[in-house]
């Protein structure tokens, strides 16, 4: 399977923290980076984080200090962790490997 899929996405309340896990074909991770967006509802697909194969990473400055990306090559798979949520963190969250798209999971937070 080429297209990454994601998973952990739930409802959780304002303060709270969840793990998003996104795995992919290791034909296609290692070579790529690896980003988070997300889309909230009537709004476009916003960046959220990016960690590169070399380490270097990005984030969106509206998640800076309360989310974190990391990957791991061996097992395919990387994961952004998500604290001190808040409503606006709310939307469907994409993981992207490359130029391949996952599916997409939803993250609610509730105030």
């Known amino acids: 399977q080429v297209q990454p899929v994601e998973s952990g996405g739930g409802l959780v309340q304002v303060g709270g923290s969840l793990r998003l896990s996104c795995s992919a074909s290791?034909?296609?991770?290692?070579?790529?980076?690896v980003a988070w967006y997300r889309q909230a509802p009537g709004k476009e697909r916003e960046f959220v984080a990016q960690?590169?194969?070399?380490?270097?990473?990005a984030y969106a400055d509206s998640v800076k200090g309360r989310f974190t990306i990391s990957r791991d090559n061996a097992a395919n798979t990387a994961w952004l962790q998500m604290n001190s949520l808040k409503p606006e963190d709310t939307g469907v969250y994409y993981c992207?490997?490359?130029?391949?798209w996952g599916q997409g999971t939803q993250v609610t937070v509730s105030s």
């Open positions: 992207r490997v490359g130029d391949y």
């Open positions: 290791g034909r296609i991770f290692v070579r790529n980076y």
């Open positions: 960690r590169n194969t070399g380490g270097a990473f």
